[in-house]
C-alpha cells in the first residue's frame, strides 16, 4: 500500500471501524451455527458440509482460477495449505462443540502470535525484545484461561489450541501464495482443497442430515464469507491499527452468546486471559505499523472458518 492510500485510508477511520465492527458479529454469528449444529452432526462432517455447501457461492470463480495459470510449486502450496487448513477446520468444529465459545474464542487469538513465532522461526524476521514480551504475555493468557491444575483442561482445549496453531502456518502459506495469485483465487483454491480434505474424515463418520442442518450449515457458509468481504471493506477504509482492536470485541459477543443463547457460565479467568492476548496482539501489530515493516500478523478472524 502506498503512502498515499495510507493516507486515504486514515481519512475514513469511523467506516473502517463499523465494517469492522459488523465483521466481528457476522464471524459470532458463524460461531452459533457452528455450535448448533454440534450435537446433531459429526465434526469432520459438519466441517465439510460447511466448506462443500460453500463452493456454490463460487462458482463465479471458475474462469479466474483456469485463468490464474497455477505453476506446479504453487498446486503444491495450495494442497499442502489445504491439508492444514482441513486439520484447524475439523478441530475447531470439535472443540466449539464441546467447550464454551468464550474459550474458543479467546484462544482462536493465539493465531497471530503463532503467525509472528513462526515468522522468526522459518521467514527469519527479527524479533525485538518487546515483541518477544508481547509473545510471553499473550501465552501467560493461555494458560490463564487454561489453568492447568487448577481445572480441568479438556479435549477441546488441547484441540482449539492445535487449531490456532495449524492456522496460524495456513496463514503464512496463504501470505505466499496472495503475494502470486489474485486473493479469490487463493479463497477459492482453499474451499476446494479444504473440502476435498475432510471427504475422507468426513465419510468415516457420516450421518445423514436432516435438511434443517444442511440450511445451517449453508447458512454458515454465506456468513463466514459475508464476514470475509466486509473484513475486506474495513482494513481498505482504515489501518490495521485503528480496525484490529475492534475485532477483540468478538470475545465480549461470545461471551454474551454463550450466556444467552447456550447457557454457558461467564468464566472471569477466560476474560482475563483473553485481555492479555488482545493486548498482546495489539501490541505488536502497532509495532509492526510504526516501523512501517510488511505485517506477517492477520487479523484475527481472517484465520476462521
Do not use: C
Amino acid at each position: 500500500m502506498t503512502i498515499a492510500s495510507n493516507s486515504a485510508a486514515s481519512a475514513r477511520p469511523v467506516a473502517g471501524i463499523l465494517w469492522m465492527l459488523f465483521a466481528g458479529i457476522l464471524f459470532i454469528a458463524v460461531n452459533a451455527g457452528v455450535k448448533y449444529v454440534g450435537p446433531v452432526v459429526p465434526a469432520a462432517e459438519a466441517a465439510f458440509l460447511r466448506y462443500s455447501l460453500g463452493l456454490i457461492l463460487l462458482i463465479p470463480m471458475i474462469r479466474p482460477v483456469i485463468n490464474a495459470r497455477i505453476t506446479p510449486r504453487q498446486w503444491r502450496m495450495i494442497a499442502g495449505r489445504g491439508l492444514l487448513h482441513s486439520m484447524g477446520v475439523g478441530t475447531w468444529f470439535y472443540a466449539m462443540a464441546v467447550i464454551p465459545i468464550a474459550d474458543v474464542t479467546a484462544i482462536n487469538f493465539l493465531s497471530p502470535v503463532f503467525v509472528t513465532i513462526g515468522a522468526a522461526i522459518f521467514l527469519g524476521e527479527r524479533l525485538a525484545m518487546r515483541r518477544i514480551m508481547a509473545v510471553v504475555v499473550a501465552l501467560v493468557g493461555a494458560i490463564v484461561i487454561l489453568r492447568p491444575g487448577v481445572r480441568e483442561v479438556l479435549p477441546g482445549h488441547f484441540a482449539m489450541m492445535g487449531t490456532a496453531l495449524v492456522f496460524a502456518a495456513s496463514y503464512m502459506i496463504a501470505k505466499q501464495l496472495s503475494d502470486e495469485l489474485p486473493p479469490m483465487v487463493v479463497v477459492t483454491m482453499l474451499s476446494l482443497s479444504v473440502s476435498i480434505g475432510l471427504a475422507p474424515a468426513a465419510a468415516l463418520v457420516w450421518v445423514t442430515p436432516d435438511w434443517t442442518t444442511v440450511a445451517v450449515l449453508f447458512g454458515v457458509a454465506v456468513v463466514a464469507t459475508a464476514g470475509h468481504y466486509v473484513m475486506t471493506l474495513a482494513l481498505r477504509a482504515a489501518p490495521i491499527t485503528v480496525t484490529q482492536p475492534v475485532t477483540f470485541l468478538q470475545l465480549v459477543w461470545a461471551v454474551a452468546l454463550g450466556v444467552f443463547a447456550f447457557g454457558e457460565a461467564v468464566d472471569p479467568y477466560v476474560i482475563l486471559g483473553g485481555g492479555m492476548i488482545i493486548a498482546a496482539v495489539s501490541f505488536i501489530t502497532w509495532r509492526e505499523e510504526m516501523v512501517r515493516r510488511k505485517s506477517i500478523t492477520p487479523p484475527p478472524g481472517a484465520t476462521k472458518g
